[in-house]
Every structure is written in C-alpha cells, then in structure tokens.
C-alpha cells in the first residue's frame, strides 16, 4: 500500500501541496482528480524522489520509500518523451534494466509488452518513426516492462483516440486484477467514473475527497429524482418550491433533492397526478460530486 | 540494484547509441582524414620555396646564374649571395639569413657545402649537381643533427590539436546529450530510477570512452603512417607524449565536459544549449590559441609555467610543454593534482544546478535559480 500523510511542498509565494494525505491500495484503480495546479504532478514527482517534500511522509508496504522500493514502481510522467533514435525494442530493455531486471531478462520483458502492445513488427524501428499513437503505446511499455508493484500515470489517456483508451483502461484493469496498485490523474470524469473504483480529490494541494466512488457518491447530500407522470406535462411539480427542477421535457422531469427527502410523500403525489411510468432516486455522478467539492 | 550499475546502464546507452551513430563514424573518418592529411601534407608542399645561398670562395663566374636558373626549373626561388669568408657565412647560417653556404676553397681543395642543420634536400640536390663528379664536395652541418627535436615539435603541435578536438568534440556531445534528454522530456522516467548525479557521471563516462577510443585511433593512425612512410623516427619520448596525451584529454574532457552539461542543463532547447555554454567554448579555444601560439613558442616561459597550474589551460600546455621537453615532473603533478580538485569541486557545484535543472522547462533558467531549485544539495 502507498501512503501519502501531511505532504506540503511550497515553491516560494506558490503553495503546490498543503498538508495532502490518502493511500492506494494493492489491486485498486485510483483516479486522482484536480483541477490543472492543484497538486497532482507535484503528488507524482514526490512518490518518484524527483521533488523533495518540505513536510510530510510518502510509505511504501509501511516504509519510507528507497532507491530499492522505486525500481518496482512504474511512472509514466505528464511530459511524455522517450529516446527518439533509439530503437523501440532497445528502449524498452533499456527502461527495464534500470529497473533492475538482467540484460536477456529485460529482452524478454520487452518483446512480452511490444507483443502485448501490439508493436512487435517495429521492434527495430526507431521511436521516432512511429505514429503518435504507437508513441503514446511504447511509452506505456517502459512503465511496464518490469511488471512494477505500483503504477503512477500522470494524464495516461490524454492525447489518445477511442481506440487507445480502450487499451490503456484495458490495461490498467487488468494490472490492478494482477494486484498492482495503479493511480492515475485525469480530467476525464465520466471516463475514471468508469474504470476505477477509488478516487482522490485534490483541490489547492488539499484533499478534499478520497474513498470508493459509490461510497462517496452515496455520502453526497444531494440526489436525483427522475420522475415520469404519463399525461401530466408537470402539472403535479406545481407550487412545490422545496423541489428544484433541474430539466423538464414532455412527461418527464429531472429533480435535485436532498438525500434526505420524504420519497413516499413525493411517489404519493406524483401517483395522485396520474400513472407514474418513471420514479428513479439517484446519487451525484462522479463529475457531479467534483464540481460539489471542488466548484469555487 | 547498485549506483554502479546504474551508471555503467546509462554509460552503456551512451556508448552503444553513440558509438554506431552516423556522427560518431563521420567524426572519427574525419579526424582520421586530419591526421592522414598532416603527414602527408609537408610532402606536398616540400618545405620552403625561398632558399638563400652563400658562396665563399672563388666560384665559376657563371655558376650562381646556373644554380639561379636550374632551381626556378624546380619550382624554387633561389637567391645567391656572395659572402667574404667562411666565417662570417656561417655566422649568417646561424643567425638565419643564410640557408645554405658553399664554400669553395682557394687551394682547390673539395669544395664544403655547409647548412645550419637539415638544409632543403632540392637546393643541395641542385648545388651537389653543379659540380661535375659530385663526391668533390663534401656535406658538413653546424649543429648536431638531432632528428627527435624536429618531431618532437611537431608532436607536441599536434598534440595539442588532437587534444583541442577531442576535447571540444566530446564535451559538446555531453552538452548536446544532456539537453536531448531533458528537450525529448526522456529525462523524467530515467531520474525516477538513476539519481542526478549518477545520470551526470554515466553519460560523461560513456561519451569520454568514445572519445578515447577515437582519439587512440588518431594517434595509431598518424604514428603508423609516419613510420611506414618514413617521415619520421619515433623519438625515445614517445609513450610517454602518448601517455600525457591521453591523460590529459581524460583531465581536459572530464573538466569541460561537467561545465557544458552543467551549462546545457539549463537550456531546454538544442538552440538555447550552444548559448549557455558559449562561455565555456571561449575558455576553450582561449586556451587552445594560447598553447598554439605562446606555448609552443616558449614552452619554458614565465607564461606557459603559470598556464601551467590553471586548470582550464593546463591539458593543453602541460602535454605540449612535455612534447618538448620543457617541463618538470613536479610541475606535471602538481597541475594533474589542482586539475583533478578543480573537476571534483566543478562535480559537485554543477551536479546540484544539474540536479536541479532538469526537471524545469521553458524558458532558460538562471544559475542561480537551478541552483536553488536542487533540493539534495
């Protein structure tokens, strides 16, 4: 497990991180959400030593993070690059003897994920002759190469077309069912709304969200109340100024409620209108509770 | 996993990428073709073409008009002059306004041709010639030949040349690495595994065998080709002008090349690196014309002994003040001593702006801010 507690890094007048806390566990996809500076690449570079905290503590498995425990972790960083001349197999090896793994060893590996990647027929390309997208592909390899323990992607799916987002989720997935802990940041909520199961809301370098989204989902205050009269055009949401009605279209109305509201009283008198064909009491999308606890 | 193994990773990369690169090929053809060029080119050109001769002695009223018109047919332009006694033409031979000096004695004894030491071959060839049976004249120089000096200064010359190549060639390959990795963004994943530091030395490392490599190229082709062709005899110095050559493009290289990667850190782009490292190209070819042209002129000079003890000059003055013979071995030491704290302290300043610079782009930083931004001192 990776443990982040109290981090705070400031660079001069500019506060990057504010006493940040939250963990990943193994086997869980993480989606670490924020608006552009609010912390997140900051959060990333602190795990890899490539910024040094002014407080706080990042664990591993209970541990202060060494040189060791890094060689298992894999990072895909926000500024993506690789060697351009160099040739893509070669690349790859090369990330994976960093790691740690042996020269035939990190050939293997290699050749394992350009298979996996589908890029085995240019193995002996140089990176920079490739496509965008079978770019964006061998830069996920060299995260991976050394099937690391725990995975830091910064903005994976940016950049990348339906196609490749269908690969990379796929990928992620299937690492976190390997039991790896994977933690992403991105912008596209309805996206991490559907691959992980964690999120971490960062907003001005403090945390102000963390846990499995259908539990912070169900916490919300606030809900959805879809209803459907058949031949009632509304007429029935008439003098009820406790509702707010957030969408209406023939038959049918979209509510904001509070979570706690008298759902019996309100089905009691949308049946006295007429035949209830819809009654759908649902919490905040994902993308709902970020502007909830992030909107200014 | 250990640091040493890092390093010697990144070293690995740099040596394996490099060494097959087109640029690595091109540039050792071209230096060899250097090389190839300055043994062959003092034949091509046969020394000098103005010759001056003295005649002492009663000569055959035509024979300066002779010698003047047989030397234009060989492409030489002869003056001849003629001098009162033996003497005072020899002391012209010595002070150098006399190439060469005929003296025909008035008892009619074997005519003297005398030079000051390793006179031009065609102006004898044409004087030997002038006199019906050639052994009637005998071949006499004023010093002692001594055939190591010539080549030990040629040595020495382009030793330093050698050194100014190399040296500059492979700092620049440094410099132009360490912005490659940080334009191309690579930088980030390999500093989430090799320490600044490590990434600084393993890239320095793997370049600097690359230059050696090229540079032992260099000096076996030139000395093979000298030898094989005869144009010179290895003078007894030779290892050891070897050796100093190498030692002191390993201290040169080792020197420069931390001040451009430390300098080029703070780039982020190709153009912007060739800026921040002009400082140091001018050190370099300071140093470099200083050795040429001072140096090598009076090698123990007041000048060339306090280039000796700075560092960025000394792998230039040192090899070439040893070429020549004109330095002491304490002299050596202490200079090889003050050069290798003068790279340690250079390590440790410019590993931290290394350190902290890396991970910043945009516009060019400033010293003072990677410095600042280095968080692990």
């Known amino acids: 497990m990776l443990e982040i507690h109290d981090l705070t890094k400031t660079y001069g007048p500019v506060v990057a991180l504010d006493g940040a806390s939250f963990s990943v566990r193994p086997g869980r996809l993480v989606g670490f959400l924020g608006r552009n500076g609010a912390g997140k690449t900051t959060t990333m570079r602190a795990v890899f030593g490539l910024i040094e905290p002014d407080r706080g503590s990042i664990t591993w498995r209970g541990k202060p993070i060494d040189r060791d425990d890094r060689l298992r972790f894999g990072y895909m960083p926000e500024q993506r690059g690789l060697y351009p001349r160099m040739k893509v197999a070669d690349q790859l090896a090369y990330f994976g003897e960093l790691h740690g793994l042996q020269a035939a060893p990190a050939r293997v590996a290699a050749s394992r994920w350009l298979d996996g990647l589908g890029l085995t027929d240019r193995a002996g390309s140089k990176l920079e002759t490739l496509s965008h997208g079978n770019q964006q592909r061998v830069q996920l390899g060299a995260a991976l190469v050394h099937d690391p323990e725990l995975l830091v992607l910064d903005e994976p799916f940016s950049g990348l077309d339906p196609i490749g987002i269908d690969t990379m989720s796929t990928i992620l997935r299937q690492r976190a069912a390997a039991g790896v802990s994977v933690i992403f940041s991105s912008h596209q909520l309805d996206l991490v709304e559907d691959v992980c199961e964690d999120v971490v809301i960062i907003e001005s370098g403090r945390i102000v969200a963390a846990g499995a989204i259908d539990e912070l989902r169900a916490a919300s205050t606030r809900r959805h109340l879809e209803v459907e009269v058949v031949g009632n055009a509304n007429q029935w949401l008439d003098g009820r100024a406790d509702l707010t009605v957030e969408e209406t279209r023939d038959d049918f109305a979209r509510l904001a409620v509070p979570a706690d509201v008298d759902l019996g009283a309100l089905l009691a008198r949308a049946s006295a209108a007429g035949p209830v064909r819809r009654f759908a009491f649902q919490p905040p999308t994902l993308s709902e509770l970020f502007m909830e606890v992030v909107g200014s | ?377």
């Open chain 2, 1 to 377: 996993m250990t640091r040493r193994r890092s390093i010697w990773l990144v070293a690995r990369r740099e040596l394996v990428e490099r060494g097959t690169s087109r640029g690595f090929l091109i540039s050792v053809a071209i230096s060899v073709a250097l090389i190839v060029g300055a043994v062959f080119l003092p034949t091509l050109i046969g020394g000098a073409s103005r010759q001056h001769l003295g005649i002492a002695g009663p000569a055959p009223a035509a024979l300066p008009a002779a010698l003047v018109t047989a030397a234009k047919g060989a492409d030489l332009t002869l003056t001849v002059d003629t001098v009162p006694d033996q003497a005072s033409g020899e002391a012209r031979l010595l002070d150098g306004s006399l190439d060469a000096l005929l003296v025909i004695p008035a008892d009619g004894s074997t005519p003297q041709y005398v030079v000051k030491s390793r006179g031009n071959p065609l102006l004898q060839q044409l004087v030997v010639a002038g006199f019906t049976r050639p052994p009637d004249i005998t071949l006499r120089e004023l010093e002692a030949p001594d055939p190591g000096r010539d080549t030990a200064f040629a040595f020495a010359n382009v030793g330093v040349i050698l050194l100014f190549i190399a040296i500059f060639t492979f700092g620049s390959w440094v410099l132009t690495g360490v912005v490659e990795e940080k334009q191309s963004r690579v930088v980030e994943i390999v500093l989430s595994t090799v320490a600044p530091r490590d990434l600084l030395i393993g890239k320095v490392f793997g370049i600097g065998l690359l230059g050696i490599a090229q540079l032992v190229v260099m000096v076996a082709v030139g000395l093979g080709l000298g030898i094989a062709l005869h144009r010179f005899d290895l003078p007894s110095t030779t290892p050891s002008a070897v050796g100093m050559v190498l030692l002191w493009f390993v201290l040169g290289y080792l020197f420069y090349s931390t001040a451009m990667a430390t300098l080029g850190a703070l780039a982020s782009r190709m153009e912007e690196a060739t800026n921040a490292s002009s400082p140091i190209s001018f050190i370099a070819i300071g140093a470099y014309l200083f050795a040429l042209i001072v140096a090598l002129n009076d090698p123990s000079g007041t000048a060339a002994r306090i280039a000796t003890f700075i560092p960025p000059v000394a792998p230039m003055v040192v090899p070439l003040r040893a070429a020549l013979g004109a330095i002491e071995p304490w002299e050596i030491v202490l200079s090889a001593t003050l050069m290798v704290i003068s790279i340690w302290v250079l390590f440790v300043l410019g590993g931290r702006v290394y350190s902290g610079a890396l991970l910043q782009t945009g516009a060019r930083m400033r010293l003072r801010d990677a410095w600042r931004a280095s968080s692990k001192g």
